[in-house]
């Protein structure tokens, strides 16, 4: 079966709740794209102090050693079934990989709090479902909030605590829900 969704709000489901007090000193962003575009990218600045800013190259080294309750936000591009640079192919994250990724950039044992990914591109709800199936897999996460944004045409990311940004996934608790 498959869907075919037109330039619609796919996810209203839970709005963020987080308190974005104190988050900032422990969140990292991570460029999970080459494109320089994105790299430029307006980081609101509730978001300050950052803990770090990596780049491709860095996060595909798997040794970023986030600590346990990190807060980690991801600037990229949507693709449908995965994230990564605009053009198909050139950088493909798909949803079991991108799980991979950020658990292999975790220290050993630890688990990020919440995942905020910001997208460039409206086609994320085949990335978001496959996402939140592989994060229910991983049993580390089970405490992981995760939260999408796919209003990154301006080239603005939102406050932590903005209502932009809709969660998918509490822990165990699957909040997937399609609205049209």
Known sequence: MSF??????????????VNSKNM??????LM???EISLKQANIHKEWFPL???????????????????SNILI??????SSIG??????????????????QANMAIGSAPANIYLSTKGLEIIQFASALRI????????????IFINNELFDLSVPAPNNERWNQIFSGNKALLVYSY
Do not use: C
């Open 4 to 17: 075919t969704f037109a330039r619609i709000s796919i996810f209203r489901v839970v709005k963020n709740k």
């Open 32 to 34: 999970m794209t080459t």
């Open 51 to 69: 803990l770090h800013s990596y780049t491709w190259p860095q996060i595909k080294q798997f040794n970023l050693e986030l600590t346990d309750s």
């Open 134 to 145: 592989a994060a229910q897999k991983n049993r580390l996460w089970d405490n992981t909030k």
């Open 75 to 80: 600037i990229s591009h949507a693709n449908g």
């Open 85 to 102: 640079n605009s053009t198909p192919g050139d950088l493909d994250i798909f949803a079991k990989y991108f799980v991979n990724i950020i």
């Open 24 to 29: 900032n000193a422990n969140t990292a962003v």
